[in-house]
Protein backbone atom coordinates (compact mmCIF):
# COMPACT_ATOMS: atom_id res chain seq x y z
CA UNK A 1 0.00 0.00 0.00
CA UNK A 2 1.72 3.54 -0.92
CA UNK A 3 2.30 5.45 2.19
CA UNK A 4 2.11 8.92 0.23
CA UNK A 5 -1.07 10.01 -1.09
CA UNK A 6 -1.97 11.73 -4.79
CA UNK A 7 -2.99 14.83 -2.89
CA UNK A 8 0.45 14.92 -0.70
CA UNK A 9 2.52 14.47 -3.99
CA UNK A 10 0.40 17.33 -5.83
CA UNK A 11 1.09 19.35 -2.07
CA UNK A 12 4.96 18.91 -2.57
CA UNK A 13 4.95 19.88 -6.09
CA UNK A 14 2.61 23.30 -5.13
CA UNK A 15 5.17 24.28 -2.76
CA UNK A 16 8.28 23.61 -5.33
CA UNK A 17 6.78 25.53 -7.74
CA UNK A 18 5.58 28.72 -5.52
CA UNK A 19 8.33 28.52 -3.76
CA UNK A 20 6.28 29.66 -0.42
CA UNK A 21 3.96 27.42 1.74
CA UNK A 22 1.67 30.60 1.80
CA UNK A 23 1.36 30.70 -1.67
CA UNK A 24 0.85 27.14 -2.37
CA UNK A 25 -1.52 26.60 0.46
CA UNK A 26 -3.72 29.09 -1.74
CA UNK A 27 -3.33 27.80 -5.03
CA UNK A 28 -4.09 24.06 -3.51
CA UNK A 29 -6.82 25.35 -1.11
CA UNK A 30 -5.40 24.53 2.02
CA UNK A 31 -4.46 26.44 5.18
CA UNK A 32 -1.20 27.01 5.48
CA UNK A 33 -0.45 25.20 8.73
CA UNK A 34 -2.38 21.99 7.12
CA UNK A 35 -0.15 22.19 4.25
CA UNK A 36 2.78 22.43 6.52
CA UNK A 37 1.98 19.31 8.67
CA UNK A 38 1.58 17.29 5.18
CA UNK A 39 5.01 18.24 4.32
CA UNK A 40 6.15 17.12 7.60
CA UNK A 41 4.30 14.16 6.82
CA UNK A 42 6.19 13.04 3.73
CA UNK A 43 9.35 14.43 4.69
CA UNK A 44 9.35 12.05 7.72
CA UNK A 45 8.03 9.10 5.20
CA UNK A 46 10.86 9.55 3.22
CA UNK A 47 13.27 10.18 6.22
CA UNK A 48 14.88 12.61 4.12
CA UNK A 49 14.35 16.62 4.07
CA UNK A 50 12.43 17.61 0.83
CA UNK A 51 12.72 21.39 1.48
CA UNK A 52 14.86 24.23 2.83
CA UNK A 53 13.20 26.30 4.75
CA UNK A 54 14.54 29.68 6.01
CA UNK A 55 12.34 32.22 7.94
CA UNK A 56 12.34 35.20 5.93
CA UNK A 57 13.40 33.31 2.39
CA UNK A 58 11.81 31.06 0.27
CA UNK A 59 11.23 27.81 0.80
CA UNK A 60 13.53 26.17 -1.84
CA UNK A 61 14.16 22.37 -2.48
CA UNK A 62 17.14 20.17 -1.29
CA UNK A 63 19.20 18.20 -3.59
CA UNK A 64 17.28 15.02 -2.61
CA UNK A 65 13.90 17.83 -3.17
CA UNK A 66 14.53 17.83 -6.66
CA UNK A 67 14.77 14.35 -7.67
CA UNK A 68 11.93 13.52 -5.23
CA UNK A 69 9.81 16.56 -7.25
CA UNK A 70 10.89 14.92 -10.33
CA UNK A 71 9.02 11.61 -9.71
CA UNK A 72 6.47 13.47 -8.20
CA UNK A 73 5.46 15.02 -11.12
CA UNK A 74 5.34 11.79 -13.54
CA UNK A 75 3.14 9.86 -10.55
CA UNK A 76 0.51 13.32 -11.41
CA UNK A 77 0.95 12.75 -14.65
CA UNK A 78 0.61 9.14 -14.89
CA UNK A 79 -2.54 9.26 -12.73
CA UNK A 80 -4.13 12.52 -14.87
CA UNK A 81 -4.00 9.88 -17.87
CA UNK A 82 -5.70 7.47 -16.79
CA UNK A 83 -8.40 9.53 -15.26
CA UNK A 84 -8.36 11.54 -19.32
CA UNK A 85 -7.90 7.71 -20.76
CA UNK A 86 -11.67 7.00 -22.50
CA UNK A 87 -12.92 3.46 -23.30
CA UNK A 88 -12.87 4.69 -26.59
CA UNK A 89 -8.89 4.66 -26.11
CA UNK A 90 -8.68 0.95 -26.70
CA UNK A 91 -9.96 -1.38 -29.03
CA UNK A 92 -12.82 -3.73 -28.26
CA UNK A 93 -11.64 -7.16 -27.32
CA UNK A 94 -13.91 -10.44 -28.72
CA UNK A 95 -12.78 -13.33 -26.73
CA UNK A 96 -13.64 -16.99 -28.15
CA UNK A 97 -13.39 -20.66 -27.00
CA UNK A 98 -10.29 -22.06 -29.10
CA UNK A 99 -12.55 -24.62 -30.39
CA UNK A 100 -15.29 -22.17 -31.72
CA UNK A 101 -13.42 -19.90 -32.99
CA UNK A 102 -12.94 -21.22 -36.63
CA UNK A 103 -16.17 -21.07 -36.92
CA UNK A 104 -17.31 -17.87 -34.90
CA UNK A 105 -14.73 -15.54 -34.69
CA UNK A 106 -13.72 -14.33 -37.95
CA UNK A 107 -17.57 -13.81 -39.21
CA UNK A 108 -18.15 -12.23 -36.18
CA UNK A 109 -15.97 -9.45 -36.36
CA UNK A 110 -16.57 -8.72 -39.82
CA UNK A 111 -20.21 -8.09 -38.62
CA UNK A 112 -19.13 -6.04 -36.03
CA UNK A 113 -16.58 -3.96 -38.06
CA UNK A 114 -19.52 -3.56 -40.66
CA UNK A 115 -21.91 -2.47 -37.92
CA UNK A 116 -19.88 -0.34 -35.64
CA UNK A 117 -17.73 1.04 -38.24
CA UNK A 118 -16.32 3.73 -35.63
CA UNK A 119 -14.66 0.81 -33.32
CA UNK A 120 -12.07 -0.99 -33.37
CA UNK A 121 -12.03 -4.58 -32.69
CA UNK A 122 -9.35 -7.47 -32.09
CA UNK A 123 -9.87 -11.12 -31.23
CA UNK A 124 -8.49 -13.18 -28.46
CA UNK A 125 -8.83 -17.04 -28.33
CA UNK A 126 -8.42 -19.34 -24.97
CA UNK A 127 -9.94 -22.01 -23.10
CA UNK A 128 -12.49 -21.52 -20.66
CA UNK A 129 -10.27 -20.85 -17.52
CA UNK A 130 -8.26 -18.21 -19.83
CA UNK A 131 -11.02 -16.56 -21.11
CA UNK A 132 -12.82 -16.29 -17.25
CA UNK A 133 -9.86 -14.60 -16.18
CA UNK A 134 -8.96 -12.31 -19.36
CA UNK A 135 -12.80 -10.86 -18.86
CA UNK A 136 -12.64 -10.65 -14.67
CA UNK A 137 -9.43 -8.62 -15.09
CA UNK A 138 -10.67 -6.37 -18.12
CA UNK A 139 -8.44 -7.34 -21.29
CA UNK A 140 -11.70 -9.28 -22.69
CA UNK A 141 -14.81 -7.24 -22.92
CA UNK A 142 -17.02 -10.28 -24.52
CA UNK A 143 -16.69 -13.75 -25.16
CA UNK A 144 -18.41 -16.56 -27.36
CA UNK A 145 -18.29 -19.88 -25.38
CA UNK A 146 -19.88 -22.48 -24.02
CA UNK A 147 -21.15 -22.35 -20.34
CA UNK A 148 -18.50 -24.02 -18.88
CA UNK A 149 -16.72 -22.79 -15.55
CA UNK A 150 -18.19 -19.39 -15.40
CA UNK A 151 -19.79 -18.87 -12.23
CA UNK A 152 -23.20 -16.38 -11.62
CA UNK A 153 -20.92 -13.33 -11.62
CA UNK A 154 -20.97 -13.36 -15.32
CA UNK A 155 -23.77 -12.40 -17.79
CA UNK A 156 -24.90 -13.67 -20.27
CA UNK A 157 -27.03 -14.12 -23.53
CA UNK A 158 -27.59 -17.79 -25.73
CA UNK A 159 -26.74 -17.78 -29.40
CA UNK A 160 -27.92 -21.08 -30.13
CA UNK A 161 -27.65 -24.40 -28.82
CA UNK A 162 -25.61 -27.09 -30.90
CA UNK A 163 -24.93 -31.24 -30.58
CA UNK A 164 -21.54 -33.03 -30.25
CA UNK A 165 -20.29 -35.39 -33.04
CA UNK A 166 -18.50 -38.40 -32.97
CA UNK A 167 -15.34 -39.38 -35.09
CA UNK A 168 -14.30 -42.74 -35.98
CA UNK A 169 -12.12 -44.51 -38.64
CA UNK A 170 -13.98 -46.13 -41.82
CA UNK A 171 -13.55 -49.55 -39.98
CA UNK A 172 -15.20 -49.15 -37.29
CA UNK A 173 -18.48 -50.63 -36.38
CA UNK A 174 -20.28 -47.29 -36.06
CA UNK A 175 -19.22 -46.07 -39.43
CA UNK A 176 -22.01 -47.21 -41.10
CA UNK A 177 -25.26 -44.95 -38.67
CA UNK A 178 -26.61 -42.20 -39.25
CA UNK A 179 -26.41 -41.26 -36.49
CA UNK A 180 -25.59 -42.17 -32.49
CA UNK A 181 -26.88 -42.18 -29.22
CA UNK A 182 -24.36 -41.93 -26.27
CA UNK A 183 -25.56 -44.89 -24.22
CA UNK A 184 -24.14 -46.47 -27.51
CA UNK A 185 -20.35 -45.65 -26.88
CA UNK A 186 -20.04 -47.55 -23.18
CA UNK A 187 -17.98 -49.94 -23.88
CA UNK A 188 -15.80 -47.82 -27.10
CA UNK A 189 -12.30 -46.68 -26.24
CA UNK A 190 -13.15 -42.53 -26.37
CA UNK A 191 -10.58 -39.89 -27.24
CA UNK A 192 -11.48 -36.92 -25.27
CA UNK A 193 -10.38 -33.21 -24.94
CA UNK A 194 -7.76 -32.94 -21.90
CA UNK A 195 -8.93 -29.01 -21.46
CA UNK A 196 -9.78 -29.95 -17.83
CA UNK A 197 -13.44 -28.55 -17.81
CA UNK A 198 -14.30 -29.75 -21.31
CA UNK A 199 -12.88 -33.42 -19.95
CA UNK A 200 -15.38 -32.50 -16.91
CA UNK A 201 -18.41 -31.44 -18.87
CA UNK A 202 -18.32 -35.12 -20.73
CA UNK A 203 -17.46 -37.18 -17.68
CA UNK A 204 -20.01 -35.99 -15.91
CA UNK A 205 -22.59 -35.82 -18.96
CA UNK A 206 -21.55 -39.64 -19.47
CA UNK A 207 -21.63 -40.35 -15.31
CA UNK A 208 -25.00 -38.58 -15.47
CA UNK A 209 -26.33 -41.34 -18.27
CA UNK A 210 -25.26 -44.52 -16.54
CA UNK A 211 -22.21 -44.87 -18.24
CA UNK A 212 -18.59 -46.30 -17.59
CA UNK A 213 -16.76 -44.29 -20.13
CA UNK A 214 -12.96 -45.54 -21.05
CA UNK A 215 -10.89 -42.58 -21.91
CA UNK A 216 -8.22 -44.06 -23.82
CA UNK A 217 -6.55 -40.53 -24.98
CA UNK A 218 -6.51 -37.09 -24.02
CA UNK A 219 -5.81 -34.35 -26.85
CA UNK A 220 -4.80 -30.61 -26.66
CA UNK A 221 -6.40 -30.06 -29.90
CA UNK A 222 -9.32 -31.17 -31.84
CA UNK A 223 -7.23 -32.00 -34.45
CA UNK A 224 -5.20 -34.58 -32.53
CA UNK A 225 -8.34 -35.94 -31.21
CA UNK A 226 -9.78 -36.54 -35.02
CA UNK A 227 -6.04 -37.89 -36.10
CA UNK A 228 -6.52 -40.21 -33.30
CA UNK A 229 -9.82 -41.27 -34.26
CA UNK A 230 -9.02 -41.79 -38.09
CA UNK A 231 -5.98 -44.23 -37.06
CA UNK A 232 -8.65 -46.63 -34.68
CA UNK A 233 -7.38 -45.89 -31.50
CA UNK A 234 -10.96 -44.77 -29.95
CA UNK A 235 -13.96 -42.50 -30.84
CA UNK A 236 -13.30 -38.95 -30.55
CA UNK A 237 -16.25 -36.92 -29.04
CA UNK A 238 -16.42 -32.97 -29.67
CA UNK A 239 -18.57 -30.16 -29.78
CA UNK A 240 -16.69 -28.78 -33.06
CA UNK A 241 -17.67 -30.01 -36.17
CA UNK A 242 -15.17 -29.65 -39.20
CA UNK A 243 -16.42 -29.59 -42.48
CA UNK A 244 -13.73 -32.11 -43.74
CA UNK A 245 -13.45 -36.07 -43.46
CA UNK A 246 -10.00 -36.12 -43.48
CA UNK A 247 -8.02 -35.60 -40.55
CA UNK A 248 -4.52 -33.39 -40.70
CA UNK A 249 -2.19 -36.57 -41.52
CA UNK A 250 -4.59 -37.23 -44.67
CA UNK A 251 -6.44 -39.98 -42.96
CA UNK A 252 -10.27 -40.26 -44.09
CA UNK A 253 -12.32 -40.61 -40.64
CA UNK A 254 -16.10 -40.40 -40.30
CA UNK A 255 -18.01 -37.92 -38.65
CA UNK A 256 -21.72 -38.60 -37.19
CA UNK A 257 -24.04 -36.82 -34.91
CA UNK A 258 -24.95 -37.33 -31.67
CA UNK A 259 -28.64 -37.50 -30.82
CA UNK A 260 -28.94 -37.36 -27.03
CA UNK A 261 -31.02 -34.47 -25.84
CA UNK A 262 -28.87 -34.03 -22.60
CA UNK A 263 -25.85 -33.57 -24.78
CA UNK A 264 -26.68 -30.57 -26.28
CA UNK A 265 -24.99 -27.77 -25.25
CA UNK A 266 -25.86 -23.82 -26.06
CA UNK A 267 -23.23 -21.27 -27.14
CA UNK A 268 -23.33 -18.07 -25.45
CA UNK A 269 -21.84 -14.44 -25.40
CA UNK A 270 -20.50 -13.80 -21.60
CA UNK A 271 -19.12 -10.97 -19.92
CA UNK A 272 -17.95 -10.00 -16.56
CA UNK A 273 -19.51 -7.77 -14.19
CA UNK A 274 -23.00 -7.17 -15.82
CA UNK A 275 -24.04 -4.80 -13.26
CA UNK A 276 -20.94 -2.25 -14.12
CA UNK A 277 -20.43 -3.20 -17.92
CA UNK A 278 -19.83 -0.58 -20.41
CA UNK A 279 -22.58 0.10 -22.23
CA UNK A 280 -21.42 -0.28 -25.30
CA UNK A 281 -21.26 -4.42 -24.79
CA UNK A 282 -24.71 -4.30 -24.39
CA UNK A 283 -24.77 -2.86 -28.21
CA UNK A 284 -22.44 -5.52 -29.37
CA UNK A 285 -24.44 -8.48 -27.79
CA UNK A 286 -27.45 -6.91 -29.30
CA UNK A 287 -25.71 -6.90 -32.91
CA UNK A 288 -24.53 -10.57 -32.46
CA UNK A 289 -27.13 -12.35 -31.09
CA UNK A 290 -29.87 -10.41 -33.49
CA UNK A 291 -31.35 -13.51 -35.95
Not at 161 to 173: E, G, I, R
Not at 234 to 240: A, E, K, L, M, P
Not at 261 to 285: C, Q, T, Y
Request: hydrophobic share 45%.
Amino acid sequence: MLSISLRQYEYVIAVADAGSITEAAVAVHISQPSLSIALKDVEAKMGRKIFARRKGSATTLTPFGHRFVKQARRVIDAAAAIERLPDSARPFVLGCFEDLAPWYLTKTLAGLSDSFPAAEFRAYEGRFTQLAREMREGRVDLAITYDIGFDASFGRRKIKQVAPVVFVALDHPLAAHAEVDLRQLNDCPLILSAEELSFGYIRNLLAELGLRPDVRHKTSSLEMMRSLAASGAGVGISYSNPPTNVSYDGQPLVTIPITTAEARADVMLLWANPAEADPFISEVVEAIAAP
